[in-house]
C-alpha cells in the first residue's frame, strides 16, 4: 500500500504545477477526491482517485461579508459560557438562506475567521455582519459612529407624545452622551408600543438605558439595517452573503 502523502502534493505532481497552485485549486473547492470536494490541503490521500474541475481558476478568493438574522438569545461575539448559544455557530451551510441570490460556491474558508462587526444584545434579534474583509471591519467597527443603524423597539403599553419627544432628545448621563437617536411610532397594539430608533454606532445597552431612563419597559428589539443594507425578509436564523452590489 502506498504511503499517505498530503493532497497538495499529489495533486502538484498530478499536474505538474507548484505545490501553491496545487493549495489554491484545493482550497477554491475545485478538487474531488473519489467524487467528493476536499478543500484541505493537509488531507492525506494513498490510491483515490483525484480530479480538477474543468472551470478551475486560480483567481484569488475574495474575503466575504455574512449577513445573519440573529435569534433572541444568541450572543454577539463567541464566549465560553455554559449554555450560551454563539450567533457564530449559525455560520453553516444548513442555515444559508435558500433565497440568497448571491450564487457564490460555498466553500468553508468563506466561513472561517468571520469577524462580527455590529454588536447586538443577547436578547435582541436582527441584523448580524460578519466579515473577513478588513475595510468593512474598520468601516463597522473603528468608525461605528459615522454608521446608522435601525431598530424595532417594543415596550410596554402606551407611549405618549410628549415621551416620544423626550426620546428623542440627547440621552446624557455623567456629562456624556450615550444615546442622540431619531424615534418614531412603528406598529403597535393594546399590550405593546412599537417604537422605531434610528441612531448612529451598535453599542448594545444604549437603547434599553434610554428606555429605562423614561420609564419604558422594553418587551422587544429588532435591528431591522446597518448603514443602506436592510435585513428585509432575511429569516430568522439564517444567512446570506452580501451582494457585490450592496453598501453599508
Same mark, same amino acid.
Not at 480530479?51 to 450572543?75: C, Q, R, S, W
Not at 459612529?145 to 419627544?165: D, K, P, R, W
Given at each position: 500500500?502506498?504511503?499517505?502523502?498530503?493532497?497538495?502534493?499529489? +495533486?502538484?505532481?498530478?499536474?505538474?504545477?507548484?505545490?501553491?497552485?496545487?493549495?489554491?485549486?484545493?482550497?477554491?473547492?475545485?478538487?474531488?477526491?473519489?467524487?467528493?470536494?476536499?478543500?484541505? #490541503?493537509?488531507?492525506?490521500?494513498?490510491?483515490?482517485?483525484? !480530479?480538477?474541475?474543468?472551470?478551475?481558476?486560480?483567481?484569488?478568493?475574495? #474575503?466575504?461579508?455574512?449577513?445573519?438574522?440573529?435569534? #433572541?438569545?444568541?450572543?454577539?461575539?463567541?464566549?465560553?459560557?455554559?449554555?450560551?448559544?454563539?450567533?457564530?455557530?449559525?455560520?453553516?451551510?444548513?442555515?444559508?438562506?435558500?433565497?440568497?441570490?448571491?450564487?457564490?460556491?460555498?466553500?468553508?474558508?468563506?466561513?472561517?475567521?468571520?469577524?462580527?462587526?455590529?454588536?447586538?444584545?443577547?436578547?435582541?434579534?436582527?441584523?448580524?455582519? =460578519?466579515?473577513?474583509? =478588513?475595510?468593512?471591519?474598520?468601516? +463597522?467597527?473603528?468608525?461605528?459612529?459615522?454608521?446608522?443603524?435601525?431598530?424595532?423597539?417594543?415596550?410596554?403599553?402606551?407611549?405618549?407624545?410628549?415621551? +416620544?419627544?423626550?426620546?428623542?432628545?440627547?440621552?446624557?448621563?455623567?456629562?456624556?452622551?450615550?444615546?442622540?437617536?431619531?424615534?418614531?411610532?412603528?406598529?403597535?397594539?393594546?399590550?405593546?408600543?412599537?417604537?422605531? =430608533?434610528?441612531?448612529?454606532?451598535?453599542?448594545?445597552?444604549?437603547?434599553?438605558?434610554?428606555? !429605562?431612563?423614561?420609564?419604558?419597559?422594553?418587551?422587544?428589539?429588532?435591528?431591522?439595517?446597518?448603514?443602506?443594507?436592510?435585513?428585509?425578509?432575511? #429569516?430568522?436564523?439564517?444567512?446570506?452573503?452580501?451582494?457585490?452590489?450592496?453598501?453599508?
Amino acid at each position: 500500500m502506498n504511503e499517505p502523502i498530503r493532497l497538495a502534493k499529489r +495533486l502538484a505532481e498530478q499536474l505538474n504545477c507548484s505545490r501553491s497552485q496545487a493549495e489554491q485549486y484545493i482550497e477554491g473547492g475545485w478538487v474531488r477526491v473519489n467524487g467528493v470536494i476536499q478543500e484541505s #490541503p493537509q488531507h492525506r490521500v494513498t490510491n483515490e482517485t483525484i !480530479e480538477l474541475d474543468k472551470n478551475a481558476t486560480l483567481l484569488e478568493i475574495v #474575503p466575504m461579508t455574512i449577513l445573519l438574522h440573529k435569534p #433572541p438569545g444568541y450572543a454577539w461575539e463567541d464566549n465560553e459560557q455554559r449554555g450560551k448559544l454563539n450567533a457564530s455557530s449559525l455560520l453553516d451551510a444548513a442555515h444559508r438562506s435558500k433565497a440568497d441570490s448571491s450564487v457564490v460556491r460555498l466553500l468553508q474558508r468563506h466561513l472561517k475567521n468571520q469577524a462580527c462587526v455590529t454588536p447586538l444584545e443577547s436578547g435582541a434579534s436582527g441584523l448580524l455582519v =460578519f466579515s473577513q474583509d =478588513f475595510r468593512i471591519q474598520r468601516k +463597522l467597527w473603528d468608525d461605528a459612529h459615522f454608521v446608522e443603524n435601525e431598530t424595532i423597539v417594543e415596550v410596554s403599553g402606551e407611549v405618549s407624545e410628549e415621551a +416620544l419627544q423626550a426620546l428623542n432628545r440627547p440621552f446624557m448621563r455623567r456629562d456624556r452622551l450615550v444615546l442622540h437617536a431619531k424615534v418614531s411610532y412603528s406598529k403597535s397594539n393594546d399590550q405593546v408600543t412599537g417604537l422605531r =430608533f434610528a441612531a448612529k454606532g451598535a453599542e448594545p445597552g444604549r437603547i434599553a438605558a434610554l428606555c !429605562e431612563h423614561h420609564s419604558l419597559q422594553v418587551v422587544g428589539m429588532k435591528r431591522i439595517r446597518v448603514g443602506r443594507v436592510p435585513l428585509a425578509d432575511l #429569516p430568522v436564523g439564517q444567512w446570506r452573503f452580501l451582494a457585490a452590489h450592496e453598501r453599508f
